[in-house]
């Protein structure tokens, strides 16, 4: 099993453009959520989904979008990248609620915004 | 809303030596409690956690927790620190029923 796979593995943006990480899983896990990881503040909720089509806010939703339209696909869109979202992006899925199940992590997508 | 604060950005070991990861957590009702590791260039991956059934958790790689409720802490220890367990390791502690929040982190070096 791939498990979580998280595209682009690295990605340079200038000020102002958009892009979208992408997040897949094939365990067919119902919950999936995005962090980011920033040096000297462990890892801070973006957003998160319970389920196809329910999406809500973690701990720094703003400058951020989700959709989840499939089980398999969390992507997380910048639709105006800027300087302070130059961070390590992970996603990670869950069988369960994720105080239930143990969180599957991707590798990390390394985002710089110049 | 819940938070954990883990003391120590760094901590430094000897191969062998005693390993304790410090780990407070702020809740007011009994919280479920994780400790997660990170290799380097690498996602996280789930150590242990603690669900109620035991104060005592025995997790992967020889590590255990022990849930302190009068101290409200769940420190992360291991006899005898082994090279590869030099990594960071993160508390984490559940909010509602859907979000986990995790503390800053701590870097473990082993030296030989």
């Known amino acids: 099993n791939a498990g979580v796979t998280q595209t682009p593995k690295f990605q340079v943006l200038k000020t102002g453009q958009s892009m979208t990480l992408q997040c897949a899983q094939d365990?067919?896990?119902?919950?999936m959520s995005w962090y980011r990881q920033d040096p000297g503040m462990g890892l801070r909720l973006i957003h998160y989904?319970?389920?196809?089509?329910?999406?809500d806010q973690g701990e720094v939703p703003n400058g951020y979008n989700v959709s989840r339209s499939t089980t398999e696909d969390f992507p997380l869109r910048l639709l105006s990248a800027a300087p302070s979202q130059t961070s390590v992006y992970f996603c990670?899925?869950?069988?369960?609620?994720?105080?239930?199940?143990?969180?599957?992590f991707g590798n990390g997508t390394r985002l710089t915004v110049t | 809303a819940q938070s954990v604060t883990q003391l120590g950005s760094h901590v430094s070991v000897s191969e062998g030596a005693l390993v304790l990861l410090r780990c407070n957590y702020s809740?007011?009702?009994?919280?479920?409690l994780f400790w997660y590791v990170q290799y380097p260039n690498q996602g996280l991956q789930l150590l242990l956690k603690?669900?109620?059934?035991?104060?005592l958790v025995k997790g992967i790689n020889g590590f255990e927790a022990e849930f302190k409720k009068s101290e409200t802490s769940f420190h992360l220890t291991k006899p005898s620190a082994h090279m590869s367990d030099a990594a960071e390791y993160f508390c984490?502690?559940?909010?509602?029923?859907?979000?986990?929040?995790f503390g800053t982190g701590t870097r473990l070096q082993v030296f030989p």
């Open positions: 990670a899925s869950a069988e369960g609620s994720s105080y239930n199940s143990p969180l599957h």
């Open positions: 365990m067919n896990h119902e919950y």
């Open positions: 989904s319970v389920g196809a089509g329910i999406t």
């Open positions: 809740s007011s009702v009994p919280p479920y």
């Open positions: 603690y669900t109620s059934a035991a104060t």
């Open positions: 984490a502690v559940s909010e509602g029923t859907d979000k986990l929040i």
